[in-house]
T-cell receptor, first 110, second 112 residues
């Protein structure tokens, strides 16, 4: 079942913060975050495996809630290079494949 | 340099024609995947393979076929049965253990 991402689109000024959410109706085995620039391939950002986990560095980080049904991606003091579409990919226990959300388009203006 | 190579970058299909998209990886990954992306949409899984000579259907396999004769290669054929093939096609690979997927640059397929 496809995870739900919110918001669908965000427009920020450089230096502002953003939060992108990814929700599933089932408990997940893992959540993967990817960023895709227009016309390019998605690039892996990070993977979260444990409930309650927080990962990343001060600028781009992510969390996975205790129930393992929601993950959030945090972009702090955004830079122009952060622009793109962010996807979460989710896996359930025992499944090799990922199911991707519909994406969140992030636009950073100077 | 290790990576995933997709070719061609652009492809045009005539009505009734089958076309094959190439995907090669030198990352020594066991698993490979094909996704379809429509404008403004997410990634939908067409087929995936965890081992040579074996593959599974994804969510939208109808009108597509694949083969996995070598570990490094996972070509996708878009058959004439696929009535709406215009899309951006992405190939990815991963280890089976971690499933962190690395993507190729994609092939943009259009219908003439």
């Amino acid at each position: 079942q496809q995870p739900v991402q919110s918001p669908q689109a965000v427009i920020l000024r450089e230096g502002e913060d953003a939060v992108i959410n990814c929700s599933s109706s089932k408990a997940l085995y893992s959540v993967h975050w990817y960023r895709q620039k227009h016309g390019e391939a998605p690039v892996f950002l990070m993977i979260l495996l444990k409930g309650g986990e927080q990962k990343g560095h001060e600028k781009i980080s992510a969390s996975f809630n205790e129930k393992k049904q929601q993950s959030s991606l945090y972009l702090t003091a955004s830079q122009l290079s952060y622009s793109g579409t962010y996807f979460c990919g989710t896996a359930i226990q025992g499944a090799q494949k990922l199911v991707f959300g519909q994406g969140t388009r992030l636009t950073i203006n100077p | 340099d290790g990576g995933i190579t997709q070719s061609p970058k652009y492809l045009f299909r005539k009505e009734g024609q089958n076309v094959t998209l190439s995907c090669e990886q030198n990352l020594n990954h066991d698993a490979m995947y094909w996704y379809r992306q429509d404008p403004g949409q997410g990634l939908r899984l067409i087929y995936y393979s965890q081992i040579v000579n074996d593959f599974q259907k994804g969510d939208i396999a109808e009108g597509y076929s694949v083969s996995r004769e070598k570990k490094e290669s996972f070509p996708l054929t878009v058959t004439s049965a696929q009535k709406n093939p215009t899309a951006f096609y992405l190939c990815a690979s991963s280890t089976v253990a971690k499933n962190i997927q690395y993507f190729g640059a994609g092939t943009r397929l259009s219908v003439l």
